[in-house]
Structures are given as C-alpha cells and as structure tokens.
C-alpha cells in the first residue's frame, strides 16, 4: 500500500515511528473535503497497510461544513461530553471521530481501520510478552511459555508441563511461582518507571 501510494504521488511525506507504525503527511496546495479547507492529512500505516487517517483543519466554519456532512451521511454520532465538540462512531470494521477545539480553532476528523489497530496492539502485547520472558531462565521460561499457551499453543496442566520437561508437578509449580514473582517485579518496577 505504502508502494503504491508513493508512486502514485509525490506528496506523500515520511514523518516518522509513532508506536509501532510509520506516520506519512500529504504535502499539497489546497485540499478541500466536503467544502471544508484542511491543512493536512496525515496516514498512518502498519505493515505497509493503512491503519488510520487524521484530517487536520482549522476555523468553526470548517467544522461545521465537517459535522454537517457526517450527520448526514452517518446519523448524530456519539458525544460523550455535551459540552466538548467531540462525536464518535463506531462500526465493526472502523472508527470515526471528529473534535473541535474552540480555544485553539483546531480540528480533526480521524478515522481507524480496527483489524488493524487490533492486529497492532497485539502484536506489541506479543513483543512485550517475549521481551520479559528473556528475563527468564531457559527452564523458568518453558514452564511459563507452556503454563499459559504463549506461541499460539494450548496452555497446559501442570503435570503436562511436567511431562514435558521432565519435572514433577510439584517442581513445575516451584519454577512457576518463582518465575511469576520475577515477572510480577518487572512489571512493577515498568509501572514505577512509568509513574515518575
């Protein structure tokens, strides 16, 4: 996607890694959707496919050509806060938002292919997952991998974990629990890490 988007335009401009996926711009002269004035038009690809899109625009009168238009063709929208111009849509497939700060006069109208976000978030639960369970013994990781059915396996009891690596039950449960408390220490101190 990312390929052919390049190609067919020189304006599409890298901009950076945002959590796991590249961010692009669209550098063009004047851009309207729907009659509204947009400043920019940003995309943002997982895998070399579109995940998300944000349409940035500025001015009260932008927004409401914007809002109008959604009303109209996708019905009211969600606003959880009657007294902020944010409104939400959701499909199996998508989500929509559109908000307007008034304060600054600056808006988006952002849409999110959600297998794709999906696929994302849990592609990087995976990688956290995997970088932790490095932390770990060879004999402390296997008994955690099979215990829980990390690898896209079944977890197992514990003693067909013992069976499997040769341990009693009663071993199995030591490794787990010694392992499960240096993760649970990890997984503190990234929480501390992330408090301060």
């Known amino acids: 996607m990312i390929k052919a988007i390049k190609s067919g335009s020189d304006n599409l401009v890298f901009i950076g890694d945002a959590e796991g996926k590249k961010v692009y711009r669209m550098e063009s002269e004047k851009t309207k959707i729907w009659g509204a004035d947009i400043d920019i038009v940003m995309y ?3 895998k070399d496919r579109l995940e998300d899109m944000q349409i940035h625009f500025r001015s009260s009168g932008n927004f409401a050509k914007l809002k109008e238009k959604l009303f109209q063709l996708c019905g009211p929208g969600r606003q959880p806060n009657p007294f902020v111009e944010t409104y939400h849509w959701y499909g199996k497939e998508f989500s929509m938002l559109l908000t307007y700060n008034r304060s600054t006069e600056k ?3 952002g849409y999110t292919f959600l297998p794709i976000y999906r696929e994302r978030h849990e592609d990087r639960k995976l990688e956290m ?3 932790w369970l490095q932390l770990l013994g060879e ?3 296997a008994v955690i991998t099979l215990r829980f059915g990390f690898g896209g396996k079944d977890a197992l009891t514990v003693e067909s974990t013992g069976e499997c690596l040769g341990l009693t039950p009663e071993g199995v449960r030591e490794i787990e629990a010694k392992a499960v408390g240096k993760l649970r220490k990890v ?4 929480e501390t890490d992330l408090a301060a």
């Open 107 to 109: 808006g988006v109208l």
């Open 129 to 131: 997952v995997n970088s």
């Open 44 to 46: 943002g690809f997982y």
């Open 139 to 141: 004999t402390e990781r």
């Open 187 to 190: 997984s503190q101190k990234k």
